[in-house]
């Protein structure tokens, strides 16, 4: 199947929201202490924080689309003021994957901030997604910390005494 690619900027956050949607389905589906915070996220929240973040860097979305123009895969990449370059988001739909589009969006991705002068390139994988580590790390990408966070609905007190 051939597929087409477009990069857009911020009006392209607009288009990746079925997919975002999807993506979010599968975090909350993966993550073990964090499915209803990765739930309550709208895409207009996730939408306003990205704009955000592009006020005050650059920003650049990919789209990938089937023979048909169907959207099967985005990534979403920013740079920030201290030339930090993070991919945001990516996604290609499960009837897409294994078909290089997720390879091409990220070396699109790459080559952005290479040529924006990124000093440093970043991402995080939620906990629970831990089968993409080996494809981030044909890119370079290797985990460097995890960040503990106490889930809201945890109550007062941790059940056990330290």
């Not at 991705?109 to 002068?117: C, L, S, V």
């Amino acid at each position: 199947m051939r597929m087409y690619y477009e990069v857009a900027g911020e009006d392209g956050l607009d288009l990746i929201e079925p997919l975002w949607l999807e993506l979010r389905q599968m975090h909350r589906a993966r993550s073990t202490h964090f499915r209803d915070s990765l739930g309550a996220k709208t895409f207009q929240q996730r939408r306003d924080e990205l704009l955000e973040k592009a006020s005050w860097g650059l920003m650049r979305v990919e789209l990938a689309r089937d023979e048909q123009g169907r959207l099967v895969g985005y990534c979403v990449a920013t740079i920030d003021n201290l030339m930090t370059g993070e991919v945001d988001s990516l996604f290609v739909t499960s009837m897409a994957r294994g078909m290089g589009i997720g390879t091409r969006l990220m070396e699109g991705a790459m080559r952005w901030m290479e040529a924006m002068g990124a000093k440093r390139r970043v991402l995080s994988a939620i906990v629970g997604n831990e089968e993409v580590h080996s494809f981030y790390a044909r890119f370079g990408f290797l985990p460097k910390s995890v960040i503990l966070e106490r889930p809201s609905n945890a109550g007062g007190r941790p059940d056990k005494p330290i």
